[in-house]
Each structure stands twice: as structure tokens, then as C-alpha cells.
């Protein structure tokens, strides 16, 4: 695979955190990332109470679906998914070692 030449730090620097409660699974963070650090799918129960009544009623109305991080330690911070998440829902945090 090419890196593009914006992808910065090496893996394990920073890692994306997704706000449940913004986030509405449109998965242009899946589209966008170059190593596929992203998958969209059913938001946790546990994750969903923790939601205030307007991210639940959000939450419900797309299905639940949100963005998860499962190769989280593979993100060299390009910004690519905080430029393209429609909501605003994708920071990016440095990792605490
Ligand atoms: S900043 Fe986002 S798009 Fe870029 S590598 Fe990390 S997770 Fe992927």
C-alpha cells in the first residue's frame, strides 16, 4: 500500500476517539482512512445508556450505527477522518504511555 506522503507519526503516537454522541455511522471515516483503523457498527448497549435523550433519540434514528477503532494502533494521524466526519465527531489524542 502507498502512504500518502501527509501521514505523519509513527503508528501508536495518537489514536482517533469518536464522540458516541455526535457520531451518526456515515462511515466517511472508513472511507477516507488509509489503514483502515475504522469500522461502523451497532453502538454497545452499554455505550447507548451512557447516550443524554437527545444522542439516544440521534442514536435510533441511524440505526445505532457508529464508528468504531478496532486497528486504532495502525493510525498515523493524518487527519484525514477529522476533516471528512460530517459531525464533527472524530478527535485525535495522543497516547498515554
Ligand atoms: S488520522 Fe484518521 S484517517 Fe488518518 S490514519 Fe489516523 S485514523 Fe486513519
Known amino acids: 500500500m ?3 506522503a501527509e501521514c505523519r507519526a509513527e503508528p501508536g503516537q495518537f489514536a482517533p476517539v469518536v464522540d458516541r454522541a455526535k457520531c451518526e455511522g456515515k462511515a466517511d471515516c472508513v472511507r477516507v482512512c ?4 475504522f469500522e461502523v ?3 454497545a448497549d452499554s455505550e447507548f ?6 444522542g439516544k433519540m440521534k442514536s435510533l434514528a441511524h440505526g445505532r ?7 486504532a494502533s495502525a493510525c498515523q494521524a493524518c487527519g484525514k477522518c477529522v476533516e471528512a466526519c460530517p459531525e464533527k465527531a472524530i478527535k485525535l489524542q495522543r497516547v498515554q504511555r
Not at 488509509?34 to 483503523?37: E, G, L, Q, R
Not at 445508556?49 to 437527545?54: I, R, S
Not at 450505527?65 to 486497528?71: I, N, V
Request: net charge positive; no cysteine; glycine share 8%.
Open 2 to 4: 502507498t502512504v500518502p
Open 34 to 37: 488509509p489503514f483502515h483503523v
Open 41 to 43: 457498527g451497532r453502538i
Open 49 to 54: 445508556a451512557q447516550l443524554g435523550m437527545f
Open 65 to 71: 450505527r457508529t464508528a468504531y477503532t478496532p486497528q
